[in-house]
């Protein structure tokens, strides 16, 4: 064998061995990518099943809820709807992704374009509490109405200390009527998006006045409760 034909015999030689070390490296790359894709997909894909779950919930809960009004129930009935039918379509789409960045845009997509947690829900659960609030402003007016009425026919019972409860128990329910108003249709308005932050504040302003109209409300109910615990005050004595 010539000098020539041993060198080119090492050559090839050393090309072969390049080889032989490098395909393991590359199996190990691609089994990487494989798992890695697999990872981002189950992530993904779970996040999207626990918000149909809890979708699935809040259809079943605003089903439940007798004090929604006709326009409003009509609104997050089909919110709600709309985003089972994305989510669903998303997760199909999840299954098919080839990358991990395309599996990333669905993920936030998931997020971005439902809010499912920060916006959906509240929508449905404040909107409830914000209609039994004021279903109970307008009944708290009647129980003001009738109280004021017995006031005036029991000398007994009609005291200064009586006449500002029930002037009282009127203001509260006019300050809780005040913060809900509009709330509802501010709340039902706001539309999912990336920002976060933002639809946060939002919700949680919406979230406050119906708190605080909450606390109206119960002090309407004491201020209630003491007249009336009067007016029977008043007629065990002329009983007696």
Not at 12 to 41: E, R, Y
Not at 117 to 123: F, G, N, Q, R, T
Not at 209 to 215: H, I, L, P, T, Y
Request: hydrophobic share 45%; proline share 2%.
């Amino acid at each position: 064998m010539s000098m020539r034909t041993r060198l080119s015999a090492a050559a090839v030689g050393a090309l072969i061995a390049v080889g032989a070390v490098a395909l393991p490296a590359q199996a190990a790359t691609t089994s990487d990518n494989a798992a890695g894709l697999a990872k981002a997909k189950a992530a993904v894909t779970d996040g999207i099943t626990g918000r149909l779950t809890d979708l699935g919930k809040m259809q079943t809960a605003l089903a439940a809820y007798k004090d929604v009004p006709d326009a409003s129930r009509a609104t997050l009935t089909q919110l709600l709807a709309s985003d089972v039918s994305g989510l669903t379509a998303l997760k199909t789409k999840v299954a098919g992704e080839t990358t991990e960045a395309a599996v990333r845009a669905d993920g936030k997509a998931m997020v971005d374009d439902y809010r499912v947690y920060i916006l959906v829900a509240p929508k449905v659960h404040l909107t409830h509490a914000m209609d039994v609030e004021t279903a109970a402003a307008a009944r708290l007016v009647k129980v003001h109405d009738e109280l004021a009425d017995r006031l005036a026919k029991d000398p007994a019972a009609d005291t200064q200390a009586n006449k500002d409860l029930l002037a009282d128990m009127s203001s509260a329910v006019q300050a809780a009527t005040t913060r809900i108003s509009g709330q509802d249709a501010s709340l039902l308005g706001l539309q999912p998006g990336p920002d976060g932050k933002a639809l946060t504040a939002s919700v949680k302003g919406v979230s406050g006045a119906a708190k605080d109209a909450r606390a109206d409300l119960k002090k309407a109910i004491t201020d209630a409760k003491t007249v009336r615990d009067a007016l029977k005050g008043a007629k065990s004595t002329s009983n007696g």
